[in-house]
Structure formats: structure tokens, C-alpha cells
Nanobody, 124 residues
Framework: VQLQASGGGLVHAGGSLRLACEAS??????????MRWYCQAPGKQRELVAA???????NYADFVKGRFIISRNNAGSTVYLQMNSLKPEDTAVYSC?????????????????WGQGTLVTVSS
């Protein structure tokens, strides 16, 4: 499963950005179980920002509640992160993560996949 992320950039504090991450695969059968966005600020550990399950349930880190919205397209193959009221402390590399079930001929496995990070810079 390949993930292609887009949408990062430079924005002033108080502004908005929308990140997108599209999942695709060729030649294999898979089902996405959950899609997540993580962020890693300079000098800090990566942390979960938001997640959405295949059933549509969402959860958010406390530091983005009320400001960020995670959603997905109808096909469930693309996850979005609408980032509003951005703060300088939101500056980080944002990465998408997908947990997917891969169906083989005789068995299935559950794997995690990561997209390339996209840099979000919020100026004060």
C-alpha cells in the first residue's frame, strides 16, 4: 500500500491548511481499517494528531481538539486533515499512517503503512 501526502506549506498564525493522504495499491486486495495523522516537531517525538476508523469514528489529540478535523472520502482511500486556527506551535512534519488488512490467497495480515511527511510551518 502506497501513501501519497500533500497539502503542507507556510501559513500565518490563525490561518488554515488542508492536508490529504491518498492510499493506493496495485495487485493486492486490501481493506483500510484506520487512517491517522501524526506530527513531529523539531526536537520532539512523533505524536498522534487525529485518527478515523473504517466506521467513521474519530479521535483527536487534546492540543488540536476544536481546531482540526479529520475526514475521508467516500471510497475510504483518502484521508484529510483540515487544520484551522493554526498556531506557531503546530509547526511540524505531518505524516499519514494507514492500518490495512492485506488479503492473500490463504491468509490475511494487518500492516501499518506510512506516507512521506509534509512540512507545515506556521509563522507568528
Amino acid at each position: 500500500v502506497q501513501l501519497q501526502a500533500s497539502g503542507g506549506g507556510l501559513v500565518h498564525a490563525g490561518g488554515s491548511l488542508r492536508l490529504a493522504c491518498e492510499a493506493s495499491a496495485s495487485g493486492i486486495a486490501f481493506r483500510i481499517n484506520a487512517m491517522r495523522w501524526y506530527c513531529q516537531a523539531p526536537g520532539k517525538q512523533r505524536e498522534l494528531v487525529a485518527a478515523i476508523t473504517s466506521g467513521g469514528s474519530t479521535n483527536y489529540a487534546d492540543f488540536v481538539k476544536g481546531r482540526f478535523i479529520i475526514s475521508r472520502n467516500n471510497a475510504g482511500s483518502t484521508v484529510y486533515l483540515q487544520m484551522n486556527s493554526l498556531k506557531p506551535e503546530d509547526t511540524a512534519v505531518y505524516s499519514c499512517n494507514v492500518q490495512a488488512t492485506i488479503y492473500r490467497s490463504a491468509y490475511s495480515t494487518v500492516n501499518d503503512y506510512w506516507g512521506q511527511g509534509t512540512l507545515v510551518t506556521v509563522s507568528s
